[in-house]
């Protein structure tokens, strides 16, 4: 496969294409995979507390690898890029710096030593399935091309997923509407505050969780949506119509950034937005473009990701502790710590099969109705613990465990691979022909930091409320076989009128 860099055209020899994308592989694999795991065992001495960190870094090494052969090749596989890139962080540096330092996450302290080697394990486990599962969803989709050109002589023709123009409208409407009725009952000034007077302001309108859970949803994800239907349609209009669509993408996008700002906003609903508004601009239209934003988006998880906390108390703080030392027994990089908590639970027969993921299947179900509801595993895992903070994560190891053991691990993971490689191979046409299957790899792919962090019973309504959008505005008669990335190569899309007039 040939592509054009960051300043080639089309025709540019295959060669030289190649010769750049493997000079780019190495330079970046060396840096995420070579350079950072050096510095980091150079600068965070080890006090003794265990082995594990020697697991913990291979998946740094080998997520670093894995996040720069995606960057470079400039491919927008986007589900597998953020999945690579939570490994890289949460599952990789963060522990590796808490257990060579000792100084583990303050929100989960009293782990037991011995778990930590075959919890690092465990990590492993869960990624070596996953790319199991994408490696046999790849195999999937390379047979159905070979037994399709053999059948009919070619490739099958692909047709990409629309979005509807009235249904477009309707729900860019209804976003507006719960945007406004948001905001009127928090208070604009609250939205503006620290992020603890925006959560007491809406803990204050709405005292259910799962209520308070689906109000916030439906005051960003209908306009979110919208927006990207919008320009999804204005991509395809000229006049005074695509004026008129340009003026509602306007109005929407000052909505959903006073709903969802830097000052009052969770970090993850904060990126989910930022990332797909950029997404809907183009930002992925060129393989010069995927470079940009996934180099963007990397750095912004690493280097960013710890300032935004800043705002979270009224006392604004932006002291930081150095590059690694902003890991040192920091609350956020908890995951690791939680799937020990997990394991744990399972090793003392605690697992009730299945009652996790049911709880997080009826999220929509209010205490009062089912007063047995289970809670977050997070905080599940917490009370087990004893801990006296309980709005800890659960990663998704530590769903998989408490949901049913080793094997639910396997199976999830392996499953998890496999459909988010079918999902990645809808994207890459629809970027390029103002596709359906745009807005979805502009808001499910850096939304599902949330979902492998956990809890799943706090990230599902926004899920449901998201995908209740996405279906409201999708064109249906989808024909059997579209919207497919296997045998279409990133240059051929890029000569389409979509990826030669930018975002629109």
């Known amino acids: 496969m040939t592509e054009p860099g960051p300043g080639a055209t089309v025709g540019t020899s295959g060669s030289a294409t190649t010769f750049r994308t493997v000079l780019g592989v190495t330079v970046l694999g060396a840096i995420l995979a070579a350079v950072v795991p050096l510095a980091l065992l150079v600068q965070v001495p080890d006090v003794g507390r265990g082995q594990a960190w020697i697991l913990t870094l291979i998946l740094v090494v080998w997520a670093g690898l894995r996040l720069a052969l995606i960057i470079v090749v400039g491919r927008p596989m986007l589900f597998d890029f953020f999945f690579w890139m939570f490994v890289y962080v949460f599952m990789g540096i963060a522990p590796t710096v808490q257990i060579r330092s000792g100084l583990i996450s303050r929100t989960t302290q009293g782990i037991d030593e011995s778990l930590e080697l075959p919890t690092a394990a465990l990590v492993c486990l869960g990624v070596a399935c996953y790319e199991i599962g994408r490696l046999g969803a790849y195999g999937h989709e390379r047979s159905k091309l070979t037994t399709g050109i053999r059948e009919r002589g070619s490739a099958p ?48 309108a709405w005292t259910d969780p799962a209520v308070r859970s689906i109000m916030y949803a439906g005051a960003i994800y209908p306009l979110l949506v919208g927006i990207g239907a919008l320009v999804q349609l204005r991509r395809r209009t000229t006049g005074p119509l695509s004026m008129a669509y340009r003026g509602l993408i306007v109005v929407g ?252």
């Open 157 to 204: 023709v692909r047709v990409v997923t629309q979005v509807r123009t009235w249904p477009t409208l309707v729900l860019v409407g209804a976003g507006i509407v719960l945007s406004l009725y948001f905001i009127s009952r928090v208070g604009a000034g609250s939205l503006f505050g620290s992020r603890d007077q925006a959560f007491a302001a809406r803990s204050a």
């Open 253 to 504: 996008i000052a909505l959903l950034l006073t709903v969802v700002n830097p000052v009052s906003s969770a970090r993850y609903s904060l990126g989910t937005v930022l990332f797909a508004l950029a997404v809907f601009a183009g930002a992925l239209l060129t393989v010069a473009r995927v470079r940009a934003t996934l180099t963007a988006a990397l750095v912004g998880l690493i280097f960013l990701f710890p300032l935004a906390d800043a705002f979270r108390r009224p006392e604004v703080n932006l002291v930081r502790n150095g590059f690694f030392g902003e890991y040192e027994g920091n609350p956020d990089y908890d995951a690791f710590w939680q799937v020990a908590n997990a394991f744990s639970y399972g090793l003392d027969g605690l697992i009730e099969p299945g009652r996790q993921a049911l709880g997080s299947v009826l999220f929509w179900v209010p205490r009062g109705v089912w007063p047995d509801k289970p809670v977050d595993t997070g905080i599940l895992l917490a009370q087990y613990r004893g801990y006296s903070f309980q709005n800890l994560s659960a990663p998704l190891w530590a769903e998989f465990l408490v949901n049913g053991g080793i094997s639910v691990l396997i199976v999830g993971f392996l499953l998890l691979g496999y459909s988010l490689r079918v999902m990645d191979s809808r994207l890459l046409p629809a970027f390029n022909a103002a596709g359906y299957w745009a807005i979805v790899g502009a808001i499910f792919p850096v939304y599902m930091t949330i979902l492998l962090r956990g809890s799943l019973l706090q990230a599902t309504g926004v899920v449901a409320v998201a995908l209740a959008c996405l279906l409201f505005v999708r064109q249906s008669g989808r024909p059997p076989g579209s919207d497919s990335l296997s045998g279409t190569k990133w240059p051929e899309l890029q000569r389409s009128p979509a990826s030669r007039t930018g975002s629109g």
